[in-house]
């Protein structure tokens, strides 16, 4: 099991004054390469959940796995931790700081030991992965590049390490729709190679076309957890706890109301589709 | 109320010109609610950052309410008359009061102290934020953040709202909250426009603009731009999921009387499509 966190809690600035409790006896267990959506209104505790997961966070009471082993443990070697876990925050465009993109994308892999030719090779393969062509931009500055293409180059360099954990933040908020598809599209290949991605979202859409498994997390504790399309197809409950709902899901209960029975789990684009040629064609005869 | 007419601007860097603006011409009337659409790198925020002066003149025209941008002597009347809310609530904030916060931008224009609770108290009402007058800013949600950033330029009662992406940092929720707010204002006669990358909220406009590579491409009614494929793949824009249900209902012999623009359209016409 790639990630097991046990009873976890977490409060920050405990015993003082400003004690917050984000995170609330929370059990939760991720297998290998699955796609996990998280969502939750914002103050919910999924930022708090990813930072523990990364080790950036120790929790106030229970414990994280990682592969099997306490990752807070003494005799972890937390090195281990960073090469398998790769974190994609907020914004990671306002992380970029090198030179050249070459510099910026290699710059995790310092540590780990490459030779030069492996080095250059894993960050071609980065850039290639998030749609560039390594010649044409590795001298360039970073910074001389748009938004979306800066996002890109921040992902790069996370991929470079190969982390077989991918966990991003809200990384799609901001993009433009054509950004938004092509960078989920490169999710879903890095899902197919076996990567495991834990994705925060807002975007039920996108949650729904894409994750396998939802997690819906509320004032820091677990308030759903299963399947994407019993969890996303819940629009009444999900709704009444400030969740966003998903725009198949919606025009699916739409039908639904004019009394037309609908798949169960029906929050796919192409699974409404498909049930909406049948209606039309079925009212057309 | 703006009048853009072939505004060219480009930035520079590291000794490179990026163009951004390439003959951007527009004009937005007295209480009209415009959208401005187009991907990342078109030109819409540059646009924006011109109407209340946060950018140098290059090149072209532009008047706001009748005033020269490029005249120095009109800043700040410009900045009076256009006031700006930008996407990131948490970059906007100048207090850890709301009322301070609130009375930054009136103590600035030289409001008179004895009108600035006045002033406070009716665009905290109009955002529907009343009673936070002493909370801190910092700790609200985020669409209450983005919706106490809306106030504080209310306060200054500018006739033209410039929204940059303002719902983008949102969870659905705050985009609800944030939304309705714009729409009570332009219902209350305010000229609004709005930048943003959710084709969903183009449907509120009266107008939609389309921008691409730094000029307006296409602009006209939802119903017309939104359901034109060819002007949303031109600009890269994908469709709203109900024009996209139409066209691909349509490729399987399903055909609906009118292309719709919202969900429950969408149900109305397949559910009469015989």
Redesign the interface.
């Known amino acids: 099991m790639p990630i097991t966190l046990n009873h976890v809690s977490y409060t920050y600035a405990p015993g003082t004054a400003y004690a917050t409790g984000a995170l609330n006896d929370v059990s939760l267990t991720i297998s290998d390469g699955e796609f996990v959506g998280i969502m939750g209104k914002t103050g919910c505790g999924k930022s708090t959940l990813i930072q523990l997961i990364a080790g950036l966070l120790t929790p106030t009471s229970g414990t994280v796995e990682v592969d099997g082993r306490d990752i807070n443990s003494p005799s972890y070697d937390r090195s281990l931790l960073r090469r398998r876990v790769g974190v994609v925050f907020q914004h990671p465009e306002h992380q970029l700081f090198e030179t050249t993109v070459e510099r910026d994308v290699a710059f995790g892999l310092k540590h780990l030991g490459l030779s030069k030719e492996e080095k250059q090779q894993a960050v071609r393969q980065a850039l290639e992965a998030v749609g560039f062509e390594y010649e044409t931009v590795k001298n360039q500055s970073p910074l001389s590049f748009s938004g979306g293409e800066k996002r890109r180059f921040a992902i790069a360099g996370v991929l470079a390490v190969k982390p077989g954990i991918l966990i991003l933040d809200e990384p799609i908020a901001g993009l433009d729709p054509l950004g938004r598809q092509s960078f989920l599209a490169l999710l879903d290949r890095l899902h197919e190679a076996g990567t495991t991605i834990l994705m925060i979202s807002h975007n039920a859409d996108a949650i729904a076309e894409h994750a396998q498994r939802v997690v819906v997390l509320e004032q820091g504790s677990l308030l759903m957890d299963g399947e994407a399309g019993q969890v996303l197809s819940e629009n009444t409950f999900l709704k009444e706890h400030g969740i966003g709902v998903g725009q198949a899901a919606q025009i699916a209960a739409l039908l639904e109301a004019k009394g037309i029975a609908m798949e169960p789990g029906t929050v796919r684009y192409d699974d409404l589709l498909r049930q909406m040629i049948a209606i039309g064609r079925r009212l057309q005869q | 109320m703006i009048q853009a007419k072939d505004l060219t601007y480009s930035y520079r860097?590291?000794g490179?010109k990026?163009k951004t603006l390439d003959g951007f011409t527009l004009s937005v009337r007295s209480g009209e609610f415009v959208v401005i659409l187009?991907?990342?790198?078109s030109g819409k925020t540059t646009f924006a950052r011109h109407c209340n002066a946060l950018l140098p003149m290059q090149g072209g025209s532009l008047t706001v309410s009748g005033m020269d941008v490029g005249n120095k002597s009109c800043l700040w009347d410009i900045r009076r008359t256009c006031g700006m809310v930008f996407?990131n609530p948490d970059n906007q904030f100048v207090s850890s009061v709301v009322e301070e916060d609130l009375a930054f931008g009136l103590r600035n224009f030289g409001v008179p102290e004895a009108e600035i609770p006045l002033r406070i108290e009716k665009a905290l009402e109009t955002v529907g934020m009343s009673g936070f007058e002493k909370r801190s800013p910092h700790l609200l949600?985020?669409g209450q953040k983005q919706r106490i950033a809306i106030a504080g330029v209310l306060a200054v009662e500018p006739e033209i709202l410039v929204l940059d992406?303002v719902t983008?940092?949102?969870?659905?929720?705050?985009r609800r909250e944030v939304l309705s707010t714009v729409q009570r204002l332009h219902e209350e006669g305010k000229t609004i426009v709005m930048i943003s990358?959710y084709?969903e909220e183009a449907v509120l406009a009266d107008r939609v603009v389309m921008v691409h590579d730094g000029r307006v491409v296409d602009e006209g009614p939802p119903a017309e731009i939104l359901t034109d494929m060819d002007v949303l793949r031109r600009v890269?824009?994908?469709p709203p999921?109900t024009v996209?249900?139409y066209y691909?209902?349509k490729a399987?012999?399903?055909k609906?009387d009118l292309c719709p623009l919202t969900?429950?359209a969408?149900?109305e016409e397949?559910?009469?499509?015989?």
Do not use: W
Not at chain 2, 38 to 41: D, E
Not at chain 2, 270 to 274: D, G, I
């Open positions: 860097f590291e490179s990026y187009g991907h990342n790198g996407q949600s985020g992406e983008a940092m949102l969870d659905p929720q705050g990358h084709i890269g824009m994908l999921v996209q249900a691909d209902l399987a012999g399903v609906l969900m429950e969408l149900v397949l559910c009469r499509s015989h």
